[in-house]
């Protein structure tokens, strides 16, 4: 995607291919405006579902993370939600600390306060309240087990993201049981999403390759992760290595590249943490990593991942290959 517009023709395509979200991400420094290209997205469609992934309270104040996506609704009632969380990359590009837990479940809190059109307390001479309210649900993205729990607790929705680990999975499911728990909530009143990083190539060597530098991205955020499946990291810290990866594992412009820096690092760490083959690798992978978990998963996001120079349309493949047999 390169402008709003771009991503308004995506999301129009998108939808008459079958899909049921379009989500974009919030970078200042390397993405447009989202709610610009959210709203244009949401003038030309009418059923694709709409929403950030993700944007953070470090970057925007949650007054403004509010008046935004309320105002994204009003050009399509019920097609849109707000998804916020830590913001890895924006919050780096511009040197900032990452948001605590405590800071996300606050602007998850006084968001969705806003969006119902409350009045809060703020400190100023008035309350503050969101003229343009509109309900929208607010999600949070998380691999943590602290803003897992928290999602649990305060979010509408909660998109986990660790992986396809079998007990990475049910831990996380765990955690957001126990937030569910802490403020006496059931499991229908938060909406559930798995994020699965989907790397695509006919090369079982590159496949895998693009797959290991997926796990060093999650071991660079959480290294925790890597204990449940027995993994260990014997290189360099990962921190270390953004000189030559940047700016970070999950994001470096070539994943091929990325995994030939990890040949200390387990070729099964990418079964641990990535989709990652052709497309009946990837429906094998993903069936299997499905049925071994309880989660009551309403939406699976595949983030593609692609050679550096390919050619592949991720988003027409993936509706031909991959969406019929999981619908």
Not at 6 to 11: D, K
Request: with cysteine; glycine share 8%.
């Amino acid at each position: 995607m390169s402008g709003p517009r771009q991503f308004a023709e995506s999301a129009v395509e998108a939808e008459s291919l079958g899909w049921s979200k379009g989500l974009l991400p919030c970078n200042p420094l390397k993405v447009a405006d989202p709610y610009v290209c959210l709203t244009l997205a949401a003038q030309a469609t009418s059923t694709l579902h709409l929403g950030t992934l993700l944007d953070t309270p470090v970057v925007r104040h949650a007054s403004v993370l509010a008046g935004s996506i309320a105002t994204v609704a009003e050009f399509a009632p019920g097609r849109i939600h707000q998804g916020l969380g830590v913001g890895d990359t924006a919050v780096r590009f511009n040197a900032l600390k990452p948001a605590s837990v405590a800071a996300i479940e606050a602007a998850v809190v006084t968001t969705r306060a806003l969006l119902r059109g409350e009045s809060l307390e703020v400190g100023a001479l008035r309350p503050a309240r969101l003229n343009h309210a509109r309900d929208v649900p607010v999600w949070v993205a998380a691999q943590g087990p602290k803003n897992l729990r928290m999602a649990g607790r305060v979010a509408d929705g909660v998109w986990i993201r660790v992986g396809r680990d079998p007990g990475n999975l049910r831990l996380a499911w765990d955690a957001v049981r126990a937030g569910l728990k802490d403020a006496h909530r059931s499991e229908d009143e938060i909406r559930v999403g798995l994020i699965f990083h989907t790397a695509v190539s006919g090369d079982p060597a590159e496949a895998r390759l693009m797959g290991k530098a997926i796990a060093a991205g999650y071991y660079e955020y959480s290294h925790f992760l890597f204990e449940r499946p027995g993994l260990a990291w014997s290189g360099e810290d990962p921190h270390d290595l953004r000189h030559t990866v940047y700016p970070d594992f999950l994001h470096h412009a070539d994943m091929v590249f990325a995994g030939q820096q990890l040949s200390f690092l387990e070729d099964r760490a990418a079964e641990a943490f990535a989709l990652f083959g052709d497309w009946d690798d990837i429906a094998s992978q993903l069936e299997a990593t499905l049925a071994s978990t309880d989660i009551p998963a309403e939406w699976i996001l595949t983030h593609p991942v692609l050679p550096k120079g390919s050619t592949l349309d991720f988003m027409k493949d993936a509706a031909v290959q991959l969406l019929p047999g999981f619908i």
